[in-house]
């Protein structure tokens, strides 16, 4: 109050708490009241309150040719479309061509279009484009002629005229093989032609030759197989009797009078025989000879025994001051007496000493 005349003066309501404005608006001031302000790309709402504006929409066509409107925070921006893209900060956005970065399989053919592209197999693949698989072109019926073979090749396939059979594969004709030869045995045949030749011959290349029936095996597994123009015979081995066809094992131990050594066995073997000395002799040539056991570390006769050799065997004598006793029967330990094939085992025996009173082993 001044002069008793009251006075009044403008309260600044933006300074508190901004005067209500809200998001990102300006509270200005003014007298007796405010107002509230928004910043470009924002409108304002119920007075206080700033709202984005979405130019995308409200903005017809913002944006520059194979551009995109993206809405933002109080603006806009245009970035290129998928598949495009800008050379300069001031230029339109141009097409991107995929196809130099080999997007595609192997087998596709990459074709760039605008913005995009697309992959196509090629001939003799199928797929997507980004995966191509060979095509299995002889899978379909009737693709080669009826008288060709279909041959699959990555990407392709071939069709081949089949033997006795010219032509390009998808038309086969028959070859006469018969026009060019004189012969009169020949027959021509689709694919083919039979020549009538005799008995143990064949045809090659429009004659007749002999044919090998040896190859096919047809003798006795143990016969020998013999060629002859137009034929073949079997013979059976040294050994064995038979007509070749068949053949059958001789047993010279019962065929033969005195095949062995009358100290040796006679055993038959396929196609032939072997003679085995009897235990306590060892083969010489022909021959059988008595073996010494003595000679190797005393027969293995006790120290206080004797080794005397005997013709297939030995024996062992306690010498003078010694008595051999059996107690033991054949006891744990021996030894051995070996030929090829017979492992002999002894008695075992004792000696002792009268005076002494031990006993002690011997091996006879």
């Known amino acids: 109050m001044m002069n008793g005349i009251q006075q009044c003066r403008d309260i600044n309501e ?16 003014n007298q007796g009241s405010f107002s509230c ?13 700033c709202q984005d504006i979405n130019e995308c929409k409200e903005l017809k066509n913002p944006c520059g040719v194979n551009e995109e409107c993206n809405n933002t925070d109080g603006a806009y921006q245009c970035p290129c479309r998928v598949g495009y893209y800008r050379p300069g900060s001031n230029m339109n956005c141009i097409d991107i061509d995929e196809c130099k970065d080999n997007p595609c399989h192997v087998h596709a053919t990459c074709i760039n279009t605008q913005g995009s592209y697309t992959c196509t197999c090629k001939s003799g693949f199928v797929g997507n484009g980004t995966q191509c698989v060979d095509a299995d072109e002889c899978s379909q019926k009737d693709i080669c002629h009826a008288r060709a073979n279909c041959t699959n090749l ?57 044919t090998d029936e040896c190859k096919d095996s047809p003798c006795h597994p143990v016969a020998h197989c013999l060629n002859t123009p137009g034929s073949f015979s079997c ?47 060892m083969s010489l040539g022909p021959l059988c000879v008595d073996i010494n056991e003595c000679n190797a570390m005393n027969g293995n006769c006790h120290s206080a025994a004797t080794c005397i050799n005997n013709v297939g065997g030995f024996k062992c004598s306690c010498n003078q001051g010694w008595k051999p006793t059996n107690d033991n029967g054949h006891g744990k330990e021996g030894f051995d007496d070996f030929n090829m094939f017979t492992l002999i085992f002894n008695l075992l025996i004792f000696c002792y000493s009268p005076h002494r009173g031990k006993s002690v082993s011997l091996w006879r």
């Open 154 to 210: 990555i990407g392709n396939f071939l069709c081949t005229c089949q033997e006795g059979f010219r032509g390009d594969g998808f038309f086969c004709q028959d070859v006469d093989e018969c026009s060019i030869s004189n012969t009169t045995f020949c027959k021509n045949l689709p694919g083919s032609y039979s020549c009538s030749c005799p008995l143990g011959y064949h045809e090659e290349k429009l004659a007749c030759v002999d």
């Open 37 to 49: 302000l928004c910043q470009p790309g924002y409108v304002l709402i119920n007075r206080t309150l």
């Open 235 to 281: 013979h059976c081995p040294t050994g064995f009797n038979g007509n070749g066809s068949w053949c059958r094992d001789v047993d010279e131990c019962a065929a033969l009078s005195k095949p062995c050594h009358p100290l040796a066995h006679c055993h038959n073997t396929p196609g032939s025989f072997v003679c085995i000395c009897m235990p306590g002799f």
């Open 14 to 29: 933006c300074l508190v708490d901004n005067g209500g404005c809200r998001n990102k608006a300006t509270c200005v001031n």
